[in-house]
């Protein structure tokens, strides 16, 4: 158990080492540097440029040194908590990202919560009800909410707000709470711009899952273990909640691996579409303007973001499932 | 007080499939009684499980009973219909694993893979002793992991199915099933997953633990061997039917029906310098739309024409003690004696 | 008798059948996959022959007609005839005095009859030979059948040729996945070892990127100066990077599992060589999943080129796709005024289904033994 939990952590931390490598990558693709760009808006926006401060910010990132250096250099600021600056907000990367995290982490679980939430209940319904009413309708659904891209969804779901409610469901909050302090009111406001994001995120997801859950638990109630405890006398739900669910709850616990990564693909383009304070939408807006030390450290917070989950439900599925303790 | 445990009378148990009914119990009749052991031997697909299954009421849809009488007389002489019960009903939940338990084919699958040993056998036990402490549920677990032979058997307690042979599932499986000491046992080939020699143990040990608790046994099995050692009285099934019925010597000595006699016929003998085993040609017809006609006319050596190819024997008492299905002994039409009522 | 004679027969039949003709028997079963089987043939017809089905050059800007409805094909005309041959009404354009916006009403008195096959304006057809009959058309005046863009170019005949974009870049891209997915799949799963472990760690490494971050952060790195053609086949290969490392993981498990089984190990004793192994053994045992594994995947494929085009960081006028079209359709504003502009989402949303429709009963026939 320890050496696998050590094992899974030393190969998380070769992913992020080599995920650093692709942002670095991204962030050189476009043409010219980061300098250049900088130089060039302070230029359109009529500051002198002082050669002194130019040559001490080319020292600093190590813009005169071959690409491999370059990116030693990038490592090192970074583990310094020096992410580099945007040219475009002309802010430090740090404060612009660590501004959106929260937003960007609390919507990524609040969504992954409700997924599950919904999906499993559902899921198990409809495989025990089979061929129901209930059961077509989780059908359909799924089908929908896999073949519904995220911003038709968004779109969608827009639309539908603005009509039938009334109120623009857009970001995650009212404009005259944008800037307001935290307060009863400002949450308030917040919870009744989250369900459009929620389901948005979620719906691809929460297809997925709850067609997952209905197959696999179809597959365990067929099982000889399942009859065997009907035959020592179980109650119906008890034993179906005991045995059959707990066993097909596995592939759904080990799903979090691959639904981390989802909901944050989604969050993102969902992200821009609603107009989202996370770093989704910061890294679109990043990406148009080619402000490339901002975008790189975008995805490469995302992605962190992405492999540390997996590898706490990587964890969470060992202790769960005694099969695959000792392999 | 009757020495009769349980009484099949006349079941008939049903798939329906898009290809149609398949009859795979067609008005099968036995009885068990007190500490005996019914032996019930046949090939694959001849309704066996289905019988062993319908008595519990643990038969799903497709499946289906869909007629007779399944009576079970418990300790106060009480007569209960099992197959009148609600297949999910309190009484029929008191009876299963408390008077009736069953050990099923394959060990390992038959234990839930994410609970230990002791989780699984402490819950039925709990269940069927309300009021219980756990650590006297604990006490009664590692006292039937001993009886049955399991090494170790605290250590077992924590472990899981997959940790274990298949041996020693099937161990595990009949301390369980013992453990609410059940007046009757039903055993759906329970050697038949496990090597030779394991098999020889298990099955010794049920003898032994049959005479010990003084449980009568329901024996499903396809092996000869195996009915021969722990069987008193024999039923031979064939598509959904039983064939011929005795007590376990006279099955050896004597097999009347043809289907016996070819069964017998394929198990090699000892000593003997046979070049070719002898095996029954064909497999079994499937039961679906069959007209009126011996089940075993396809395959039988003794078939005749008309009278087996267009009506359906009865099964009759050829000698005392002695029943068989077949027109070779003077069987008549079936439904003709049903409407004599003789049986 | 005959009944039972019928059963074996029947019986028989399943025996000597071939796996392909149950997995076809047990396909056609499958209603909504003959229906997903029914439609995408139907998309890709339309897709395949956009220059001829488009009603008109799909960039002409026709400046009378901006944000012009969709006009509604009828066969009663205002006065309560039936018309035997479908036609349109004229539109005439009114325009509001005090907000200044335009608006498009039907012209009762000019019925313009929809004549099919006809003579148009000459037309490059897949940019090849020159070509002048359309699918249908009128004679003279708006013929709009989804309506107009802002630009006012007819949103019929920029369907069409998106549809022919965004199917063909499913189609690509996963072709590319499934050769990479093939050849690290095959190289791990055939050879093992020390091989398969690296590729098993890059392929885990790819899957637990987030797609759309990634795809972005690349799609956008692309140079703003390439050729549209050149930006097609970049967007693929980007789709595709990602793609591959399931399809890879499907042949490698179905490699593992087959590897062992006594017919390979039987046509190696008989010293057949690694190729013919590969080739007339292992491939046809699973090639029916791959095709399910490819189905499903297309969609994903769909999707992710209309995401991006949606953003503007995929591909880029004038090339149009369904992504590209829905562009238009960005704010809620927009659509409200012109709820027109979402119809390509429909066509996306119709294939993406269908897409997993087929997938769905392909997976079903994909074991026809169960």
Redesign the interface.
């Known amino acids: 158990m320890g050496s696998y939990i050590f094992n899974r952590f030393c ?1 998380m931390l070769i ?1 992020i080492v ?2 650093s490598v ?1 942002a670095f990558i ?1 962030i050189q ?3 010219g540097d980061y300098l250049s760009s900088y130089i060039m808006q302070l230029q359109a926006s009529g500051e002198r440029v002082d050669p002194a401060q130019v040559e001490s910010l080319r020292r600093q990132y190590g813009l005169d040194l071959p690409m491999y250096q370059r990116y030693f250099v990038w490592v090192k600021n970074m583990l310094r908590g020096d992410f580099g600056r945007s040219f475009d907000w002309n802010m430090p990367v740090r404060t612009l990202i660590a501004s959106r995290i929260p937003m960007t982490v609390a919507v990524s679980l609040v969504t992954m919560l409700f997924t599950y939430l919904v999906a499993i209940p559902f899921g198990i319904y409809s495989a025990v009800k089979q061929y129901s009413i209930v059961d077509y309708i989780v059908t359909v659904l799924g ?2 909410g ?7 969804l968004a ?1 969608f779901l ?2 539908f707000f ?1 009509r039938v409610f009334g109120f ?1 469901p ?1 970001g995650l909050f009212s404009p005259e709470y944008l800037n307001a302090p935290w307060s009863f009111a400002r949450f308030v406001d917040m919870l009744k711009h989250l369900p459009v994001p929620i389901i948005v995120i979620g719906a691809s997801g929460m297809a997925s899952l709850m067609r997952v859950m209905r197959s696999s638990l179809l597959d365990e109630i067929k099982m000889k273990y399942v009859t065997n405890a009907r035959a020592k006398g179980l109650k119906e739900r008890v034993l179906l909640f005991r045995y059959p669910v707990r066993v097909a709850l596995n592939p759904i616990l080990s799903s979090i ?2 639904m ?3 909901i ?3 969050a ?2 969902t992200a ?2 609603l107009n989202l304070p996370t770093v ?1 939408a910061l ?2 807006r990043a ?2 303007s ?1 402000d490339m030390y901002l ?2 450290t ?2 490469l917070f ?2 962190v973001f ?2 540390v989950g ?1 590898f706490i439900s990587d964890i969470l599925l060992v202790c769960a499932d005694p099969r695959i303790r000792f392999d | 007080m009757p020495d009769t445990i349980l009484e099949v009378k006349n079941l008939k148990a049903c798939f329906h499939l898009d ?1 149609g009914q398949l009859r795979a119990v067609d008005g099968v009749s036995f009885a068990i009684q007190r500490e005996e052991t019914l032996g019930v031997i046949g090939e694959s697909g001849c309704g066996k499980s289905v019988t062993a299954l319908s008595i519990l009421r643990l038969l799903m849809p497709p499946g289906k009973i869909e007629g007779g009488e399944i009576l079970y007389y418990s300790d106060d002489n009480q007569v209960t219909d099992l197959a009148k019960l609600h297949p999910n009903g309190e009484q029929i939940r008191k009876i299963r694993g408390k008077e009736i338990a069953m050990i099923f084919q394959e060990p390992m699958a038959s234990l839930s893979p994410v609970h230990t040993i002791g989780a699984q056998m402490m819950e039925f036990i709990l269940l069927h002793n309300p009021g219980m402490k756990k650590n006297e549920a604990q006490e009664i677990a590692l006292d039937m992991l001993n009886k049955v032979g399991v090494s170790n058997p605290a250590l077992r307690l924590q472990n899981y199915p997959h940790q274990l042979s298949g041996g020693m599932c099937q161990r595990v499986m009949i301390a369980t099933a013992l453990s609410c000491n059940p007046r009757l046992l039903i055993c759906d080939e329970p050697t038949t997953a496990l090597d030779v020699t394991v098999q020889a143990q298990i099955i010794d040990l049920m003898e032994e633990l049959q005479a010990e608790m003084g449980m009568s046994m329901l024996y499903i099995t396809h092996d000869l061997g195996v009915i021969a050692e722990v069987a008193d009285e024999v039923a031979v099934m064939y598509l959904g039917k039983i064939v011929e019925k005795c007590d376990v010597k006279t099955i050896f000595k004597k097999p009347m029906h043809p289907y016996t006699q070819r069964l017998m016929q394929s198990v090699p003998k000892l000593g003997s310098r046979q070049e070719m085993l002898d095996t029954i040609e064909g497999t079994v ?2 039961p ?4 009126a006609q011996c089940g075993f006319y396809s395959r039988c050596s003794h078939a005749e024409e008309g009278s087996c ?1 267009r009506r359906s024997p009865a099964l009759v008492e050829v000698e005392p003690g002695h029943f068989v299905r077949c027109f070779k002994y003077g069987s008549v039409e079936e439904g003709y004696l049903e409407s004599a009522n003789q049986i | ?1 005959t ?2 004679a ?3 027969q ?2 028989e039949k399943y025996y000597v059948a071939t796996q392909w003709q149950l997995m076809r028997q047990k396909f056609v079963k499958h209603k909504l996959a003959m229906a997903g089987l029914v439609v995408l043939a139907l998309l890709y017809t339309l897709g395949i022959f956009s220059d001829f089905f488009a009603t008109q050059d799909y960039q002409k800007r026709n400046t009378r007609y901006i944000n012009a409805p969709p006009q509604r094909i009828r066969f009663i005309d205002a006065d309560g005839h039936f018309h035997l041959r479908p036609f349109v009404y004229g539109l005439t354009q009114e325009m509001d005095p005090e907000t200044w916006r335009r608006t498009y009403v039907e012209d009762t008195s000019v019925i313009q009859p929809i004549r099919f096959f006809v003579r148009t304006d000459t037309y490059k057809f897949w940019g090849l030979f020159d070509a002048n009959i359309r699918f249908m058309g009128v004679d003279e005046g708006p013929f709009f059948l989804f309506g107009t863009d802002g630009s006012g170019r007819d949103l019929f005949s920029r369907v069409m040729y998106a549809t022919r974009i965004s199917l063909t870049v499913g189609l690509v891209g996963v072709f590319l996945s499934f050769v990479l997915g093939c050849v690290f799949g095959g190289i791990s799963g055939y050879y093992g070892g020390k091989i398969d472990m690296v590729i098993q ?1 890059v392929i885990e ?1 790819l ?8 795809w ?3 799609a ?2 692309l ?1 703003k100066d390439w050729e549209t053609i050149q930006i097609y086949f970049a967007i693929t290969i980007i789709l595709s990077m990602v793609g591959w490392c399931s399809l890879a993981r499907v042949v490698r498990g179905k490699l593992l599992e087959v590897k062992q089984k006594d017919f390979v190990i039987a046509a190696k004793l008989a010293g057949a060589n690694d190729w013919q192994i590969i080739t007339r053994h292992l491939l046809p045992s699973f090639m029916s999943y791959l095709i399910v594994s490819i189905t499903l995947a297309i ?1 994903n494929m769909i ?1 992710g080129e ?2 991006l085009s ?4 995929g591909l880029r006028p004038p090339v149009v796709s369904w992504g590209v079209l ?1 562009q238009d ?2 704010n ?1 504003r927009t ?2 005024l012109h709820p027109w502009l ?1 119809i390509p ?1 429909v066509f ?2 119709v294939a ?2 269908s897409f ?2 087929l997938g769905d009963g392909l997976r079903d026939a994909a074991d026809p033994y169960k």
């Not at chain 1, 896999?146 to 038709?152: G, I, K, Q, R, V």
């Not at chain 2, 679906?288 to 007209?291: A, C, E, L, S, T």
């Not at chain 3, 949606?310 to 960081?313: A, E, P, R, S």
Request: hydrophobic letters at 55%; one cysteine or more.
């Open positions: 190969y992913s080599l995920m692709v991204i693709l476009p043409p089908f929908v896999l073949a519904m891209p995220n911003f038709l779109l827009m639309i603005q623009s857009g691996g691959w981390f990564p989802q944050l693909s989604g993102t383009i821009i579409v989704g890294m679109y990406l148009l080619q975008a790189g975008c995805v995302l992605t992405t492999l997996t | 290809e017809p499937i679906i739309g069959m007209g190819s | 008798m009944k039972q019928d059963v074996i029947k019986e760690r490494f899957l637990s990127i987030p797609t759309i971050p990634l972005m952060a690349l956008a790195a140079p969609p999707i209309t995401a949606f953003l503007g960081i829905l359709a960005q809620v659509i409200n979402l989402a996306v949303v993406v289904l997993n429709f």
